[in-house]
């Protein structure tokens, strides 16, 4: 009866042009998970929007979840989905965190990606700072400029409305959470950055600071880095969170984070009450990885 009331006040909800899938039922779930249907950005094009729940979920309002997004959404619980058929089992570290009672009552927010990636989580302001010779290099190797702004108007103006709309949420910015990895923890810090009002901590996981996939290139990490340095926020009232391996594309990210950690520190984020950055040896760059690791995160964010 309370799946049938909740996917009733979904379908009132949402309207015509948007469906609601009450339910995705796959033997690699723990817990549940829901998904709206080709949700239409304005601007951009349209995707599934993913929300795990955790199995004791209350619809009824009594209990209120913290929530936390999270992009590439279509790699975070069911490897049929996922990139190289590999996913973060994120459902499976949220459902054991909370039964031991080491994080709050979180709902997780899976945004999928599209196939304009890349322009879609490329920090705006940050890319408009780069020499025009990079601009050029980035612009044509990677199919495109950037979108991001777009791509965060979404994320607060469309997706989390929706989710506070719908769900049990706890809305105000102290339990609101963020994380992405490699140009998802770019865009992750971009909008801390940006919507600092309405977030308090994200997690940027294996972060793409180059760009390129081509080269290290060292000039575009460090502009990008200087920027959010400019950026960032109070760190009396937000968190950050970074870590990276050291083979394949995570080879690349020591000089740059070393950087980004220092000026952090300048800025007041202090080890280990608002900060963490860390190196896992001989990790590489993929859902694998950071499916072994991604606990640590979490519990970063998301502390009772």
Not at 159 to 172: A, G, N, R, Y
Request: proline share 6%; aromatic share 12%.
């Amino acid at each position: 009866m309370k799946h049938f009331l909740l996917y009733t006040f979904l379908l009132l909800l949402l309207g015509s042009n948007l469906q609601a899938q009450i339910r995705i039922q796959d033997a690699h779930l723990t817990g549940k998970l829901y998904r709206f249907e080709k949700v239409k950005p304005r601007f951009l094009e349209a995707r599934n929007i993913d929300v795990w729940v955790p199995e004791d979920f209350d619809s009824s309002g009594r209990t209120r979840y913290a929530v936390l997004y999270m992009h590439d959404g279509q790699n975070l619980f069911l490897p049929g989905y996922s990139f190289g058929g590999q996913e973060w089992g994120i459902d499976e570290a949220m459902d054991s965190l909370l039964r031991r009672g080491l994080i709050r009552k979180t709902i997780v927010v899976g945004i999928w990606n599209s196939p304009k990636r890349f322009i879609e989580y490329n920090p705006e302001d940050a890319f408009k700072k780069l020499d025009s010779l990079n601009k050029q290099k980035i612009t044509l190797e990677r199919g495109g400029t950037t979108l991001a702004n777009q791509y965060l108007d979404f994320v607060f103006e469309t997706v989390k409305p929706l989710i506070d709309s719908v769900f049990p949420t706890k809305p105000e910015a102290k339990n609101t959470f963020m994380m992405g990895s490699s140009m998802g923890g770019l865009i992750s810090l971009y909008a801390l950055c940006k919507h600092s009002e309405q977030l308090k901590a994200v997690a940027c996981v294996s972060t793409h600071w180059p760009l390129s996939l081509k080269e290290n290139n060292a000039q575009v990490a460090e502009q990008y880095i200087a920027y959010f340095a400019r950026h960032l926020p109070n760190p009396k009232q937000h968190k950050l969170y970074f870590d990276h391996g050291t083979t394949t594309l995570d080879a690349w990210y020591e000089p740059h984070q070393l950087l980004m950690d220092s000026l952090c520190k300048e800025s007041g984020y202090e080890t280990p009450k608002d900060f963490m950055s860390l190196v896992f040896p001989g990790e590489p760059h993929n859902e694998i990885a950071w499916r072994k690791r991604v606990g640590i995160p979490l519990k970063f964010l998301l502390q009772p």
